[in-house]
């Protein structure tokens, strides 16, 4: 039970698949709906919490909890954070960057729930989860292609083409402008998962702006006979602006590295409510940035690539690639192919595609379910509402052991010493990325304040607030040649 807890743990706990339910407080209801409650003693005191409390019941505060995370100054804001900051990644001799979540969440998270797991464990309690991906897999692959510039039609046929082994777990994200006219493109990508990326490749700072872009790529992609229910956004950029486009347009899902990356799924924290869209989280290394930094070797981003999928596999996460096909991948498809052959090899992989990876996260997110003690080392688990739509399993921790245990109806009853346990996996540290040093160019800045870029044609730009007419006229000095009006 959650008590007066910040929402950084309850963002945690979902993620984890412990069985969580948050008492009100104010009125109180829900407070003896468990038999462990969680509170925060700056804002209750033991005392008032333990008059409220039924015999039976523990109070476990958890403001320590903040400091778990070495040089983070309180780790569940950390989790429900949404600012980016520049990151380095090393590959041999390789330095690359790119803007993701400032905090390396899931680091944070395991630490918390380590922590946490300790004092359920002292305090007489078991620690049973259901497990992050269906039975039996052990990890999940996801091949995610962004579709960005128009122009470079034969490379995207090319990347397509060298994709056909992963069409299985293959999600392609259009920016519908860019390939309105690509017939070809647009056959290719028929029994694909493909979703929108924005009418143009921008992330606005105006949530009507993002709005309208986003419908319109949406509906351009209906018009074509395909179902959106996703986004990312370009960029890996987000705002809650941009949350409230997507719940507004019905979409489920939607994934910038901007709030996280190489980690479970979440629905951020808006500051009043949990966002309705599922955020996804990628590993945010593309061929791109390799490429930027002057790397232009296909084996150099091939066992970059590859290190994630091991990482992954070892420890039981997910390895959701992306690439883009412009001038790029569609120039060393046998990159795609050296991934394929390597998935196709591996063992109780989940081979999924964003979406199908999205239902599955929302439907175990709706999962209600009560674990009561019957005795010495049993327990009861019960799951209101059985689907049987996936197969779930529950893990089960016992030191450093852990047991799998799927579930083949509502109810089961565990024996905790006839379960068979097998030693958890090490935790392996992946590549985490280095801060990089600050970039303080007033260009940068004028940049972000302007919200400015290039790929809106200039009528198309608002004209609400003079920052927008400045824009709009900065445009027009430096493009003059995009001033007309586009003709679709
Ligand atoms: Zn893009």
Known sequence: VLFHTPPGLELALRQEGIPCTRACSQTRQGLQAGRFVLYDNHRISKRKLHSLLASGQVALDIHDLRQVMPGVRDALAALVDHQGAPRLWQYGETRVSET??????????QRLMHRLRTLILENGGVWVRVAP????????????????????????????????????????FVCTSAYQSYHRVWSALRGLDVQPHGHYHTIYRDPRAN???????????????????????????????????IETLGLSYSSEFQLGHDDWPSYPWLGDRFAAVLQIPIHPVCEGLFLESGDSHPDHLTSALLSRINHAETAGETAFLYGHPEKRLGRMPEIITTLAHRIGQADRVWRVTMSRFAAWWNWR?????????TGQN???VQFAQWDPRYRISLEIDRGD???????????????????AYIRKQPRLDDAHPAPAPPVLAPRTWLQNWLD??????IPELPERYWRDRLKKQIRRWRD????????S
Not at 401 to 419: I, K, Q, S
Not at 480 to 487: G, I, L, M, N, Y
């Open 211 to 245: 709005l309208h872009n986003l419908e319109r790529s949406v509906r351009t992609l209906i018009q074509l006979g395909f179902t959106p229910s996703g986004f990312a956004a370009p960029h890996g950029r987000w705002n809650p602006g941009l949350n409230h486009a």
């Open 480 to 487: 003059p040649q995009t001033s007309r009006v586009p003709t």
């Open 401 to 419: 052991h852990t047991a799998n245990l799927p579930m083949t109806g509502p109810t089961c009853e565990l024996h905790l010493d006839r379960l």
């Open 452 to 457: 400015w870029e290039r790929v809106t044609p």
């Open 100 to 109: 993701v979540s400032r905090f390396h969440k899931p680091a944070i998270r």
């Open 133 to 172: 991906l269906p039975y039996p897999y052990r990890f999940a692959f996801n091949w995610r292609l962004d579709l960005d510039e128009s122009g470079h039609e034969e490379d995207t046929l090319t990347t397509l083409a060298a994709s056909r082994d992963l069409a299985d777990c293959t999600t392609v």
């Open 378 to 380: 049993r327990l009861f």
């Open 365 to 373: 997110a709706k999962r209600a379910w009560k674990v009561y003690p």
